[in-house]
């Protein structure tokens, strides 16, 4: 993939560990997953035990850089769900 395609995938959520910064409870096993999750995953996942939510929204905006040592360029990429950017120098 290239970074765009990266961000732009369908994303997931995990409760498996303890949040850090609030008081939220191991669930393990429980993911929330993008509505755009190919059925294929959703089938497996659920095969293997996961107790899924589907969601428009499964994570945050994302954004990424990376470095192309071949042409010494960067490519920066950014998700759709916020107004964000990906830049290198």
Known sequence: MTPQEAVEAPGFYSFQMR????NH?????ELWLNERTP???R???MRMGYKLTFRDRSTGPI???MIDPKHG???GAA????????IGW
């Open 19 to 22: 949040e850090s910064f609030e």
């Open 25 to 29: 409870e191991s669930k393990p096993g």
């Open 39 to 41: 059925p294929w995953q």
């Open 43 to 45: 089938t497996e996942l």
């Open 63 to 65: 954004t990424a850089v």
């Open 73 to 75: 360029t960067f490519w």
């Open 79 to 86: 998700g759709n769900h916020g107004e964000d950017y990906g």
